[in-house]
């Protein structure tokens, strides 16, 4: 890979789109390749075995969809539009050198995007069991597992063995634990950071490739932010309302949700969302066969794709006790039906089992709804009696 290995409208890209690019060049000059990712449900464990970079590529941006809708309908989830423009365009690092990409069949939107993205680079579909509540859908999701490994195997031309998988599967580990770990810290009343804060690097942490080095540089920002708070420090008011977020993904949206909340005086203590607790509550169990283990871990992801989906609204519960949190924000991408069907059940869940006050914010990545946010969060956070 050499420096002109780059796209021709590299230099109009923004420092930050740059440094992603430079970043990714350098991880292919070392030798590795880059798999591209697009959901929790895909095992890094396979690809990290594989001696391969796991990197997402889900877009969180507007400004590729204009270009996605030449090709996808307008009423379709932000999200994907945002992920197929920037692989057309090449305007993502991540995309641009990725030697294979991974999807699900997690949506019908998703599922059918894929297809397109497979006339631009090589694409394997993993197809997702939509309930967990049975034998068959575990080994169905084991085979596919399986599959993906001799996918990776034969387009990279490396073997997966079981020891490299075991200490792929340990790293991983270890990953969950300190991020947990970190995003336990808001467990704390007040708590020590806010919750902008914990997303962004919660969303950055996907994007640093030497794991060692992030699990290290972890224990270092927990110990830090343990001491400042041990020594007396509280950079949010312990009157601040304390806010779960549920739903999709938040990554496009941070910037209008979560500082709507916390400019109008709450403070988010923790995510539910698939980029938060739900996949790294639970560890991959290091003491069973490794394609069971993988199998029954991913599986048991809570996404509103499952149906019944009974381990999110236990989940919820969980979080909410251990979170002391006072209110539930649910934010749902305009078209993702599974999330916005799924709501009405989460609002019972919450209004009735919990006793919570629940606000259901339906979203897209533009601004155009900015000022609604912050009058509805503000108007919901002065209901909540702290």
């Known amino acids: 890979m050499i ?18 690019f430079l970043k990714m060049k350098d991880i292919k000059e070392s030798g590795k390749n880059v798999v591209g990712i ?10 990290m075995a594989a001696d391969a970079v796991a990197v997402g590529l889900c877009g969180t941006s507007e400004e590729p969809i204009p270009d996605a809708e030449k090709d996808l309908p307008r009423n379709l989830c932000p999200l994907i539009k945002s992920s197929y423009g920037f692989a057309m365009t090449d305007k993502c690092p991540y995309f641009y050198f990725s030697d294979l990409l991974v999807g699900e069949t997690t949506c019908d939107g998703k599922k059918k995007m894929f297809e397109l993205l497979g006339e631009i680079k090589p694409v394997h579909v993993m197809q997702l069991p939509q309930t967990y509540d049975c034998s068959e859908a575990l080994r169905l999701w084991k085979n596919e597992i399986i599959k993906l490994k001799e996918r990776l195997e034969k387009d990279l031309g490396v073997e997966i063995t079981d020891e490299k998988l075991r200490a792929a599967i340990k790293l991983r580990n270890q990953e969950r634990k300190v991020l947990k770990e970190f995003y336990d810290l808001s467990m704390a009343c007040p708590p020590p950071m806010s919750g902008y804060e914990m997303h962004q690097l919660l969303y950055g942490s996907e994007f ?54 916390e400019d109008s005086g709450g403070v988010v ?10 996949e790294k509550e639970t560890l991959v169990d290091e003491s069973k066969d490794c394609y069971d283990a993988l199998s029954e871990k991913y599986l ?18 969980e979080l909410a006790d251990r979170f002391k949190v006072d209110g539930v924000v649910e934010i749902v991408l305009q078209a993702c039906h599974t999330y916005n069907v799924e709501a009405f059940q989460v609002k019972k869940h919450v209004s009735g089992k919990l006793g919570l006050p629940y606000l259901y914010l339906e979203t897209d990545y533009s601004k155009s709804d900015s000022g609604q946010i912050m009058t509805r969060v503000g108007a919901f956070l002065e209901m909540i009696d702290k």
Do not use: H, Q, W
């Not at 420096?3 to 992603?20: Q, V």
């Open 269 to 278: 203590v923790c995510y539910e969302n698939c980029g938060g607790a739900k």
């Open 208 to 261: 640093k490739f030497d794991r060692l080095e992030f699990i290290e540089s972890m224990r270092g920002i927990i110990d830090k932010i343990k001491s400042e708070y041990e020594a007396g420090s509280r950079p949010i008011s312990d009157k601040a309302p304390r806010i779960m977020v549920t739903g999709c993904p938040t990554g496009g949206v941070a910037d209008k949700v979560i500082k709507a909340i």
């Open 3 to 20: 420096l002109k290995d780059l796209p021709e409208i590299f230099e109009d890209f923004s420092e930050a789109r740059k440094e992603g």
């Open 38 to 47: 697009f959901c929790t449900y895909t095992p890094k464990e396979i690809i």
């Open 300 to 317: 048991n992801i809570a996404c509103s794709v499952m149906s019944p989906n009974d381990a999110r609204y236990e989940l919820l519960s």
